[in-house]
């Protein structure tokens, strides 16, 4: 007998005792499969040639806080909202920054041709020189005085005019900074900066547009959002208020970013119901890394301090089938019953979360795979 011959003849032999056994031998992966699931006509039901082949396991027993999970959008924290006003009124000569901008404190935005400048340097160059005529009328009194050519009164009135003039010039000085004129170098032109770092989330000018809050037109040229943390508007039923509280840890997922977890904190609970579909509004402050833009939608989940028991499983006992979770528990005899559970999070060590269906302690199917093929066709 030569070799090739011998080898089929080995082969046919390990089948055979393989079938007598209850397995059965795959030859073209050289496995031994589980004995094949037998169907029942009842879905919930699946009988097996040997059901000590599917090792089971205990459900085990984990606390984990209560949750809530709400909807919301995401938007800018209005204590963060700053505008940018131009206090000298006048026609935009240049811009130089857009909607969307990213921009740094003290970066320059507009430019801005205003007669309000002329007005404030013409009344800078009258209290400089009444200044200087009052000082110099001080000084001939008081000189005047020490020599007994005029009366204390008088010298009074000299100081008096001199300390108003002094006032005066300081006036005007405070106006041209007011304005963001510098004295030693006067334009008709005003700068008009960034007060903050952030992004320019509105603006309200163009070229040739008026500025100011004396002209025509909106008085705010830009509005600048410091987006380093930002508020997640939720809306939040009615019967769910007493589940929330001020200062609840809520762990934020944006639509766009569903792998990422971000954590944030329940800053305000509106005292106010909206009275069509009896829900508050619930504000969540988050920090901001970068990944939030102002409209996204998120899913926030509100943990509590109580806690709940839930089972536990290993990720294997869970099957994944028609966007439903099952899990087999034994049903007698040589059959398993499919039960239908809500699954929460992936837990340490491959384990997962059930919400409802299984119980601690109760007995499941530790590994589905085996099942899954007749389970799909029941």
């Given at each position: ?12 032999l ?17 496995e031994v ?5 037998i ?26 806080p209560?949750?809530l999970?709400?909807?919301g959008s ?15 009124s ?36 009258k ?7 009052a ?27 001199e ?8 006036a ?29 989330v ?26 380093s ?84 499983v ?19 005899g040589?059959?398993?019953?499919r ?9 340490p ?13 109760q007995?499941?199917v ?13």
């Amino acid at each position: 007998m030569n070799a090739a011959l011998l080898k089929t003849v080995c082969c046919l032999l390990g089948c055979l005792v393989l079938a007598g056994c209850g397995k059965k031998f795959d030859p073209a992966s050289g496995e031994v499969q589980p004995s094949p699931a037998i169907e029942t006509g009842n879905p919930a039901i699946v009988r097996v040639q040997k059901p000590q082949e599917y090792p089971l396991v205990i459900a085990g027993r984990v606390e984990t806080p209560n949750k809530l999970e709400v909807t919301g959008s995401v938007f800018p924290d209005i204590n963060r909202e700053i505008p940018v006003i131009s206090l000298a009124s006048g026609r935009v000569v240049d811009i130089r920054a857009r909607l969307d901008d990213n921009v740094h404190r003290g970066q320059l935005l507009l430019k801005v041709q205003s007669p309000d400048v002329t007005i404030a340097f013409d009344t800078y160059l009258k209290a400089v020189n009444d200044e200087l005529m009052a000082n110099k009328a001080y000084v001939r009194a008081r000189d005047l005085f020490s020599h007994g050519a005029i009366s204390q009164a008088m010298l009074e009135q000299a100081q008096d005019g001199e300390d108003d003039a002094k006032t005066d010039l300081t006036a005007a000085e405070q106006q041209l900074k007011t304005l963001g004129v510098d004295k030693n170098h006067p334009s008709s032109i005003v700068n008009v900066y960034a007060p903050i770092p952030g992004v320019i989330v509105a603006q309200n000018v163009t070229n040739a547009a008026a500025a100011g809050v004396t002209y025509s037109g909106s008085s705010t040229a830009f509005t600048i959002a410091d987006l380093s943390v930002v508020w997640i508007i939720c809306d939040v039923y009615e019967n769910d208020l007493p589940k929330i509280r001020l200062g609840q840890e809520a762990r934020i997922r944006l639509t766009a970013y569903p792998d990422q977890v971000f954590t944030g904190r329940v800053s305000d609970i509106s005292p106010v119901l909206d009275p069509t579909i009896r829900t508050a509004k619930v504000r969540i402050e988050v920090p901001n890394p970068g990944t939030f833009r102002l409209g996204m939608y998120v899913t926030a989940t509100l943990l509590s301090r109580t806690k709940t028991a839930h089972a536990i499983v290993p990720a294997t006992a869970v099957l994944h089938l028609h966007d439903r979770d099952w899990v087999f528990e034994p049903a007698g005899g040589n059959q398993f019953r499919r039960l239908e559970v809500i699954t929460g999070d992936m837990l340490p060590g491959n384990m997962q979360e059930i919400l409802s269906g299984v119980q601690p302690g109760q007995q499941v199917v530790a590994r589905v795979l085996e099942l899954e093929a007749t389970a799909e066709a029941q």
